[in-house]
């Protein structure tokens, strides 16, 4: 029997360089797709999940978004007083039940590893999520909830992998792959951001991960790795043969929203999902594009 899997790590401590100048005083999970900000949809994604605690690892500058999950008491006055329903549902969800959502400072941005580290009071002995809310995936099922199906089945770590471009590993942790049945790789071993021509494949971790609490031990020696931060990647290495571990191939299409190019493809393809606006896209892109 695993034990159940509820709470979730949300790494916002990230300077966002990539989306300078925008980023400059407002942090980049705050960005809208559409009408949403990326932090909604990774609380959203979490939910949907059975996931009920929460933890965001937020740095400098990032404090709108634990004010975006305050109760807007003036505004939900006035929007009641004004009758509009459909305002206040587009509300609801960004509220959190008292006391499910913390958040823990990352004083410097030392890496994704040291950002996980700083949740280690929240953790405790328990299996977690951790959700990076520039990865956003559009999937018929929740990709964390897909990862949670499959620890229940291993009891072990699991991260959501994909195939990317050779040229591409130097951009991602990268998996040594075992046992492969076409949708679960055993992991035998890991590389942060390898070269293409050392990459023992193209099989690439995305911001998806259910780990058990063996990673904080790992993870408390803040060794640094690629690039002189502390690397997730090298901790979870550390796991292989203590713990069953396994890369899951999700459903579902990522958009790396952490840049330009993901973060545009991600407006249409989400805009295009929504029947109140999915016409008015197709038209103007055609104007744009004469091919849609
Ligand atoms: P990124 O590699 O996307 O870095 O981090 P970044 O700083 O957010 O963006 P760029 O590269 O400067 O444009 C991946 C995730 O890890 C978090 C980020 O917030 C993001 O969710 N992170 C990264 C931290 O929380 N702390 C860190 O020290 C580093």
Same mark, same amino acid.
């Given at each position: 029997m695993t034990k159940p899997l509820k709470k979730a790590v949300l790494p916002v401590a990230g300077l966002g360089t990539r989306f300078l100048p925008a980023t400059k005083a407002m942090p980049k999970e705050m960005l809208p797709v559409v009408d949403k900000p990326l932090i909604q949809y990774a609380i959203d994604e979490a939910r949907?999940?059975?996931?009920?605690?929460?933890? =965001?690892?937020?740095? %400098? /500058?990032? *404090?709108? =978004?634990?004010?975006?999950?305050d109760v807007a008491?003036? =505004?939900?006055?006035?929007? %009641?007083?004004?009758?509009?329903?459909?305002?206040?549902?587009? =509300?609801a969800p960004s509220s959190i039940e008292a006391g499910s959502l913390a958040a823990v400072r990352q004083q410097e941005p030392l890496g994704l590893g040291h950002a996980i580290w700083c949740a280690r009071s929240f953790i405790g002995d328990d299996p977690f999520a951790i959700i990076l809310p520039d990865d956003l995936v559009r999937?018929?099922?929740p990709c964390i909830g897909q990862l949670i199906e499959a620890y229940n089945q291993t009891g072990g770590s699991v991260v959501a992998v994909e195939e990317v471009p %050779?040229?591409?590993?130097? %951009?991602?942790?990268?998996?040594?792959? /075992?046992?492969?049945?076409?949708?679960?790789?055993? &992991?035998?071993?890991?590389?942060e951001k390898p070269k293409p021509e050392d990459a023992p494949s193209n099989l690439s971790i995305i911001g998806r991960y259910v780990?058990? $609490?063996?990673?904080?031990?790992?993870?408390?020696?803040?060794?640094?790795? $690629?690039?002189?931060?502390?690397?997730?990647?090298d901790a979870m290495a550390k796991m292989v043969g203590e713990i069953p571990f396994h890369?899951?191939?999700?459903? /579902?299409?990522?958009?790396?929203?952490?840049?330009? &190019?993901?973060?545009l493809e991600a407006q249409i393809a989400f805009a295009l999902d929504r029947p109140d606006l999915a016409d *008015?896209?197709?038209?103007?892109?055609?104007?744009?594009?004469?091919?849609v």
């Open positions: 949907a999940a059975g996931i009920e605690e929460f933890c =965001l690892i937020t740095g %400098r /500058g990032k *404090d709108s =978004l634990i004010d975006y999950f008491f003036e =505004l939900e006055v006035t929007l %009641r007083e004004r009758n509009k329903k459909d305002c206040l549902e587009a =509300l999937a018929d099922r %050779r040229e591409h590993t130097n %951009r991602y942790g990268v998996l040594n792959p /075992g046992k492969d049945d076409g949708k679960m790789v055993e &992991i035998r071993g890991l590389v780990l058990t $609490a063996d990673v904080m031990k790992h993870l408390s020696k803040l060794e640094k790795g $690629a690039g002189g931060e502390v690397q997730l990647t890369g899951l191939r999700y459903e /579902g299409r990522r958009f790396d929203c952490g840049n330009k &190019i993901g973060f *008015d896209v197709r038209g103007f892109l055609k104007n744009y594009t004469g091919a």
